[in-house]
């Protein structure tokens, strides 16, 4: 357990969806919701304290409006921003969740300078490294991620079991989606996903593992396309890479990373702990060759790159990070 988490954009259901796990699962001695809309976010605060109640009692939740509060926090996730809407581009999309992070990471430095960092707005990969600009070289890029890549993880795994069918008896599936978090750009890891230890050639013909890949790339989109915007599934997606900082468990993850040699933040499988991120990302050629990619994938991996370096262009953000030095 640490000390504080604080999340802003607490009274969105990303947020306040994560909040009641973290508390649930007793990650915290406190945790900070804030948000803009005060009602909203003092009723979300009071709503988790009585759901885990006979699980965590001492628990302190706060909605609040005022950065003070997040104060000395251990970890800060930023859920803050503008949902996505369907057919919504997202350049439109990041012009306006970039003045929303800006401002968190401006009270955030100013408020928890020692915190970790994990953002969770989209687009992610843009998003996080206007937040690791703005909060600027005190904060290593081990204490900076974005969420995306775990979360498209979790979808991939969903899929390679509902494609087993009435063959999945409860095997472990190892699944893995690394690249920019925008459909067209990210790469589920077919070559080296796993069931049981198995890889799935063992168990799917090429046309399903591609039927496989393509659902996971669109997972997102499926469900806005029925219900609106995600938030179960990204919150359990923070629940798990704040789980792995607060209990060091150096789970092998995909997160938006901060890669040094290409000056971006993009998915990559990272190891999380106490400090946050254990070791720098691995090169982009070194990363081909220890995940198999095929040549398609890595001019995909290098496309979305360069569409997330586009971007920051397009909406006319100046700010730099560029450090030399991981940790």
Known sequence: MINKISVIGGAGKVGST??????????????????????????????ICQAVIDVNPNVHIKGTTDYNDIKSSD??????GKPRKEGMKRIDLAKENSIIVVEACKNIKRYTPDSKVIVITNPVDVMTYIAAAVLGLEFSPSRIMGQGGFLDSLRFSYFIKEELGSNYLGQKIDAMVIGNHEEEYMIPLVRTAQIDGKFLDNYFADEQIKKISDKTKMGGTII??????????PAYAIFKMVNAIVNDTGEMMSCSAYMI???VFIGVPVKLGKGGIKLEPKRIEDLSLEYNLKPEDLIKFKDGIRNTKITLSEIGYKGKYSVTRFS
Not at 75 to 80: E, L, P
Not at 224 to 233: C, D, I
């Open 18 to 47: 994560f909040a009641f796990l973290a508390a649930y699962m007793v990650l915290a001695k406190e945790i900070i919701l804030l948000d803009i809309f005060k009602d909203v976010v003092e009723g979300r605060a009071d709503d």
């Open 75 to 80: 970890i800060v996730v930023i859920t803050a």
């Open 224 to 233: 806005l396309e029925k219900s609106g915007p995600t938030y179960f599934a």
């Open 261 to 263: 040699e290409e000056d």
